[in-house]
């Protein structure tokens, strides 16, 4: 039932957001549709929805160029009962050797965490289950030592505490944002050790002031905060993942020194996630 490119290993790891990226769990998105709109990206969408077959296409070009870039592919089941199985970000997150299984935060996608448990059982793979209402991939984001988790329709303070119990010797930030949007990776994504990307008007001025405190911040757009700017996938060696449309953050990215890959998922993020969405790293060095 379940795809994996290479040998099974059973040791997960990822440090960080920015690392060499060399094991991913993602999915098609063959049952992929607007079902009820839970984001402005959706409800401008809503009336059109989902060309599948193109989202299909785009999806497998997507995972062939993370192939290309040394990935080690898992492709989890698509089941029709999941419309949004695509973004496999949100079912779990990796910290250091243990991926955590996210409680979903709305009725439509509860049960897709039991399919990441499932292959974590089946790969004999350490993790941890956040029994918390609620938590998902996408409000949470890592850098060594700290974590920044965003606070959300998704994820809340209850969930976030547990982490903290579960993870004493990291530094947990919770990240207020504004409640319009769904996830803290839509808004802000850090990039290297030293830089990250923002979307400035979600957050309060005292929020800014910390993302500051530790890196050097670079700024997005209305237009493409909209088409997902943010939601870029860092593969390692300075390599991003990120949109054509986005043409501002891309030549900023570009300007920074980066390598930045261009990849058309102009069908998938209708839906309102991006490449970091539809990716759940493993493993990265």
């Known amino acids: 039932m379940l795809m994996e490119r290479k040998e099974n290993h059973n040791q997960a790891g990822c440090q960080n957001e920015f690392g060499a990226l060399e094991r991913v769990l993602v999915c098609p998105p063959a049952f992929m549709k607007i079902e009820e709109a839970i984001n402005e990206t959706q409800k401008h969408f809503l009336k059109d929805n989902i060309d599948r077959e193109k989202a299909m296409e785009q999806h497998r070009n997507f995972i062939q160029l993370l192939h290309e870039h ?4 898992v492709q989890l089941p698509p089941l029709a009962v999941y419309p949004e199985q ?31 448990k499932e292959w974590l059982q089946e790969s004999g793979m350490k993790y941890e289950k956040i029994s918390s209402p609620s938590i998902e991939g996408g409000d949470v984001i890592t850098d060594g030592n700290k974590i920044w988790i965003g606070i959300s329709s998704r994820t809340t303070e209850a969930a976030v505490e547990e982490l903290r119990k579960k993870l004493p010797e990291h530094d947990i930030t919770a990240v207020p944002f504004d409640s319009q949007y769904l996830h803290l990776d839509c808004l802000f994504n850090i990039i290297s050790p030293e830089e990250a990307l923002i979307y400035r008007p979600a957050f309060s001025d005292e929020m800014i002031e910390k993302f500051a405190e530790h890196y050097e911040l670079i700024d997005v757009t209305d237009d493409e905060q909209f088409t997902m700017g943010p939601n870029v996938l860092s593969i390692g060696h300075d390599k991003i993942i990120s949109l054509p449309v986005n043409k501002d953050i891309n030549k900023k990215l570009k300007r920074a020194g980066y390598d930045v890959i261009e990849c058309d998922i102009s069908e998938i993020i209708k839906s309102g996630g991006s490449f970091r969405c539809c990716t759940l790293p493993v493993n990265r060095s």
Not at 70 to 73: C, L, N, P, Q, S
Not at 91 to 97: E, P
Request: no cysteine; net charge negative; aromatic share 8%.
């Open 70 to 73: 040394g990935a080690d592919i």
């Open 86 to 116: 695509v973004f496999t970000r949100d079912i779990g997150f990796t910290i250091g050797d243990t991926v955590f299984i996210s409680t979903m935060g709305t009725e439509m996608r509860s049960g897709e965490d039991k399919i990441l």
